[in-house]
């Protein structure tokens, strides 16, 4: 016999915004629990974002490092960025794709939608497969595919390029890593973020 599955939703009773800055809000809100006792949720509110998984003709990742203040270290993650108001994901993640790390792809696809803590905060982040990837970080600006590149990544550090957002407030390096490696490293814990995780493995199901 299956557990009968209970309806645990909170009831919203009163709730104030005490924070507001340029992306963020936290609302504290009042609510009546299922056993009708009384308590609060504070609530980070974010617009929501995407995060993309550039793979290029030799399985590899196209990331970047940069560094986190709330963390205090640098980082390395899938390019992401946040939605700007009513915008589709997928316009998003084509807009930063080309911003973040100066990168076309031709062909997308949807892999998975997640909530990265739900606990305290409502942001959703979309993850998108790109592949069929452009350079467009060429000086004479002409678009390179990544296919016809020599892509040697025995050693990281050779396949950095160094990006700067239009962003003033972020600076970041564009690395390519092999999916494998990219896979070792979260073993190793050497990748800890999210987002960055959860679409490498997903993306691995699908290669």
Not at 29 to 55: C, F, Q, W, Y
Not at 76 to 99: F, N, Q, S, V
Not at 142 to 155: A, G, H, P, T
Request: proline share 4%.
């Amino acid at each position: 016999m299956e557990d009968k599955e209970f309806n645990f939703e909170e009831r919203l009773i009163k709730s104030k915004e005490v924070f507001r800055g340029k992306l963020l809000k936290l609302t504290v809100s009042e609510v009546k629990l299922p056993d009708k006792n009384v308590t609060e949720r504070e609530v980070v509110s974010h617009p929501g974002a995407v995060a993309i998984v550039p793979m290029t003709s030799h399985n590899e990742v196209v990331m970047v490092r940069q560094y986190r203040f709330a963390v205090g270290k640098h980082t390395l993650e899938l390019p992401a960025g946040t939605l700007e108001m009513d915008e589709e994901p997928i316009i998003c993640a084509k807009r930063e794709l080309e911003e973040e790390i100066q990168v076309r792809a031709n062909k997308w696809k949807k892999l998975i939608s997640i909530y990265p803590s739900p606990g305290y905060c409502n942001e959703i982040i979309h993850i998108y497969l790109a592949k069929e990837l452009e350079d467009l970080s060429k000086a004479d600006n002409k678009r390179e595919n990544f296919k016809d590149v020599q892509n040697n990544i025995k050693n990281v550090r050779k396949s950095q390029a160094k990006v700067k957002k239009s962003e003033k407030d972020e600076f970041i390096n564009r690395v390519i890593i092999p999916l494998n490696e990219v896979k070792d490293k979260i073993l190793n814990s050497e990748i800890m973020d999210a987002k960055t995780i959860i679409g490498i493995i997903v993306a691995s199901y699908i290669l």
